[in-house]
């Protein structure tokens, strides 16, 4: 582990009550360095993530993949010193963030926090009786996508998604690939705009960016995706635009209308395979549509982060017969064409 991401994961272990931070801190750097999540159950073990899955950590700050009934386990009080931790001892300052899922905090972490949800019409009002958090660690690894940047982005900017499996790297190597492309390292300092709907990109802590995304990079924070994307090609008039993961028709939509107004855009997608992207109705409206290029597909455990394969997607679904052309099943907005030009 570099002395940078050394430093940030050493900010989200003095979140912790005494007794987990000081467990944590005993592991050797090689297995803090391995360590993607932390996981804390009321009343469970202490359990941390690595590529070989998940693993206990004892009361000597080693970890082990047998459980034991005498393994330390987390309780009622320290879960809630923790959640207090995290919201800087300003929970309800945080409700909206809880109610979303996660609070992103110094560093660029993220925590999943989950408990009972109190309801009414379908809405998130609070969560109650916090029994569990997820720690996800954030990690910049410079360079992870330079095979990327080599294959796709030398004399061009395509337009490409960038899938695979939850815990894959998708988002660490987006960093990357913006950090590289706002930098100047494809020979041009292209102008690049960061569409970050769950400040899950640029992990931004009052305004400004935790994660290092180039000279040339504008953000655009907590911001509707279908909004952003207007809002960017009308103000910024970005080379290309990056974004988190694409989940309804409507931010499928405004993506190829911002293609059609001449703006590049790479994105992220949960998927397993090429058939799962033509399997969601959001991506496959993009893989359709004869304007995105790649399917950039990333590996899971000891292949996290890692290409898999990367595929001409440009016309149809058929991987071993592409086509040139425009797909019929998206009508592209006119008015939204007119307003951004």
Not at 213 to 227: P, R
Not at 256 to 263: E, T, Y
């Amino acid at each position: 582990m570099n002395a940078y991401n050394r430093k940030k994961f050493n900010e989200i272990l003095f979140i912790l009550p005494p007794d987990i931070k000081n467990m944590i801190f005993s592991l050797s750097e090689d297995v803090k360095d391995s360590i993607r999540e932390i996981r804390l159950r009321t009343g469970c073990p202490l359990v941390a993530v690595n590529g070989k899955g998940s693993a206990f950590i004892n009361s000597n700050g080693r970890l082990t993949y047998i459980y034991s009934p005498t393994l330390p386990t987390v309780s009622e009080d320290e879960m809630s010193e923790t959640v207090k931790r995290i919201c800087g001892y300003s929970v309800y300052s945080h409700e909206d963030e809880i109610n979303s899922g996660y609070v992103t905090v110094s560093g660029g972490h993220r925590i999943g926090i989950f408990g009972t949800a109190v309801t009414e019409k379908g809405k998130i009002l609070s969560v109650r009786n916090i029994n569990s958090l997820n720690l996800r660690i954030s990690r910049e690894i410079f360079g992870c996508a330079d095979e990327i940047i080599k294959k796709l982005y030398y004399a061009k900017l395509p337009n490409i998604i960038i899938a695979g499996p939850p815990m894959c790297g998708k988002t660490t190597v987006l960093r990357d690939l913006i950090r590289q492309i706002s930098s100047g390292n494809t020979g041009a300092y292209f102008k690049c705009a960061v569409l970050d709907e769950r400040n899950e990109i640029a992990c931004c802590q009052n305004g400004v960016s935790c994660c290092e995304l180039g000279y040339n990079t504008d953000i655009l924070s907590g911001y509707l995706k279908e909004t952003a994307v207007e809002i960017a090609v009308r103000s910024l008039s970005p080379d290309i635009l990056f974004c988190d993961e694409t989940v309804t028709e409507i931010q499928s939509e405004a993506i190829l209308n911002g293609i059609m107004c001449g703006v590049k855009f790479a994105v992220t997608a949960h998927c397993n395979s090429l058939a799962d992207i033509f399997m969601r109705k959001p991506l496959k409206m993009l893989a359709e549509s004869g304007l995105f290029d790649y399917a950039v597909l990333l590996g899971t455990n000891e292949n996290t982060g890692k290409i898999i394969k990367i595929i001409n997607i440009k016309g149809n679904g058929d991987e071993n017969g592409r086509s040139d052309g425009f797909g019929t099943s998206v009508s592209f907005d006119r008015d939204f064409l007119r307003k951004a030009n």
